[in-house]
């Protein structure tokens, strides 16, 4: 971690008494892995969660317990998003570990997604439908855009994780360590605004591009996501 003040003025006792009252706030889990900490027969570190660099305070409301080793190995200064690297390397390792190729279909199954199937009618050059099995019971309409040269109809929604598919037919590439670069691009924020496009089969929305731009969303902690749904 960069240098600090704060901690540099503690004595050993208080630093043992911060270390501590951050193990009791965090219920006794390292702030990247969210794995046990015993600080009785492992080495642990405190740190900014939020880097002095990037405008972080100096102050116990900015500090983070965590083992020793996953702040060495940290892939980012921000340990926010270092956690978020670690969850994601932990599903990408999972999946490798079963021989399968990591793609969008295991960060969304990993994160509550890929469970309903998407009801929906046209009426009057609109789209209307609900995700009332997620427990939303709103009845939304959204305007269909109909291309003049190809005839394909469109529309912009917002569609919860629980409804999203990978679509491994169009597109069954898997993801990379690109994805590492576009979470802390995201996080700044500097998000890419080119949406995820989506497709319906079999009651499924299946997103076909923009895939790696949805993981980057997931793992930041989007629950809803917008696409361009072809119909």
């Given amino acids: 971690m960069g240098n600090s003040k704060y901690l540099d003025g503690l004595t050993g ?10 193990w009791s706030i965090q219920q006794h889990r390292c702030f990247i892995c969210n794995e046990e900490i015993d600080p009785e027969i492992q080495q642990t570190n405190i740190d900014h969660i939020k880097p002095l660099a990037n405008g972080g305070k100096d102050d116990v409301i900015n500090f983070a317990i965590t083992h020793e080793h996953c702040n060495k190995s940290k892939q980012d200064a921000d340990l926010e998003v270092a ?17 399968e190729t990591p ?15 998407f009801k929906y009618k046209l009426e009057n050059n609109q ?18 855009f109909t291309d003049n040269l190809s005839g394909e109809k469109t529309a912009f929604i917002e569609v919860p994780l629980a409804y999203l598919y990978h679509d491994d037919v169009i597109n069954p590439r898997g993801i990379n360590s690109s994805i590492s670069l576009l979470i802390k691009e995201f996080y700044k924020p500097n998000p ?23 993981v980057a969303q997931i793992m930041l902690g989007t629950k809803n996501i917008v696409v361009r749904l072809f119909i």
Avoid at 13 to 22: D, F, H, Q, T
Avoid at 127 to 144: A, H, K, Q
């Fill in 103 to 117: 793609s969008l279909k295991h960060v969304l199954i990993e994160n509550g997604g890929s469970k309903y199937l």
């Fill in 192 to 214: 890419q605004l080119h949406l995820s496009l989506a497709r319906i089969d079999d009651g499924k929305i299946k997103i076909f591009d923009g895939q790696h731009k949805a």
């Fill in 127 to 144: 789209i209307i439908y609900s995700f009332d099995e997620d427990g939303d019971t709103t009845i939304r309409r959204t305007e269909v």
């Fill in 13 to 22: 006792e208080e630093k043992k008494a911060l270390s501590n009252k951050l």
């Fill in 83 to 99: 956690k978020r690297l670690y969850q994601l390397n932990r599903i990408i390792k999972s999946v490798e570990e079963k021989h």
